[in-house]
């Protein structure tokens, strides 16, 4: 059985081999190309983990949001432009879909007032902003939608061979 780390500040990454009840070996040999000590000081923070042994883990661990985690908080141009998006259940996700394009469906008129002429001028640049922090809500909700499809994926709750013979005959 693995050691258990009691540090009570354990990152993402940490947190997630142990939830999978694996040693640092065990991960180690699960993850092919990442030996023990380097799991170790990416786990400590003595070292951030390089991109490719992110995608690694969240392949071979099973949990696609290491990504997103990765490139909203340790990437440099992540943290500027990609949101952290958290897991939430698929009726909240539809919800929150719903209610953001119905809300934009609203401000619809207003956004075509706004640009016809090509100029935002003063007196609509408090109304524009309003509509684009609407529709960052629609794109984090539809990442947050991707990710929830990815964890079902990798959990084996979606038949994958299935969706992605949908996902190409959809493409053609």
Same mark, same amino acid.
């Given at each position: 059985?693995?050691?258990?780390?009691?540090?009570?500040?354990? +990152?993402?990454? !940490? !947190?997630?081999?142990?939830?999978?009840?694996?040693?640092?070996?065990?991960?180690?040999?699960?993850?092919?190309?990442?030996?023990?000590?380097?799991?170790?000081?990416?786990?400590?923070?003595?070292?951030?983990?390089?991109?490719?042994?992110?995608?690694?883990?969240?392949?071979?661990?099973?949990?696609? !949001?290491?990504?997103?985690?990765?490139?909203?908080?340790?990437?440099?141009?992540?943290?500027?432009?990609?949101?952290?998006?958290?897991?939430?259940?698929?009726?909240?996700?539809?919800?929150?879909?719903?209610?953001?394009? +119905?809300?934009?469906?609203?401000?619809?008129?207003?956004?075509?007032?706004?640009?016809?002429?090509?100029?935002?001028?003063?007196?609509?640049?408090?109304?524009?902003?309003?509509?684009?922090?609407?529709?960052?809500?629609?794109?984090?909700?539809?990442?947050?939608?991707?990710?929830?499809?990815?964890?079902?994926?990798?959990?084996?709750?979606?038949?994958?061979?299935?969706?992605?013979?949908?996902?190409?005959?959809?493409?053609?």
């Amino acid at each position: 059985m693995p050691r258990i780390s009691t540090k009570s500040q354990k +990152n993402i990454y !940490q !947190q997630t081999r142990e939830e999978l009840g694996l040693s640092r070996e065990k991960a180690s040999e699960l993850l092919e190309t990442i030996p023990p000590e380097r799991i170790e000081r990416i786990e400590s923070g003595k070292f951030t983990a390089h991109p490719d042994e992110v995608m690694r883990m969240a392949d071979k661990y099973g949990t696609p !949001q290491l990504c997103n985690y990765y490139c909203a908080n340790e990437c440099e141009i992540g943290r500027t432009y990609v949101p952290e998006i958290k897991v939430k259940d698929l009726t909240r996700i539809v919800l929150e879909m719903l209610s953001s394009l +119905n809300s934009v469906k609203r401000r619809q008129e207003r956004l075509i007032e706004i640009t016809a002429d090509g100029v935002i001028d003063a007196g609509e640049v408090e109304d524009f902003i309003l509509i684009q922090e609407e529709l960052e809500r629609i794109s984090v909700t539809v990442e947050t939608l991707q990710l929830w499809a990815e964890q079902k994926l990798a959990a084996g709750e979606i038949d994958a061979e299935a969706y992605e013979a949908a996902r190409q005959r959809l493409k053609n």
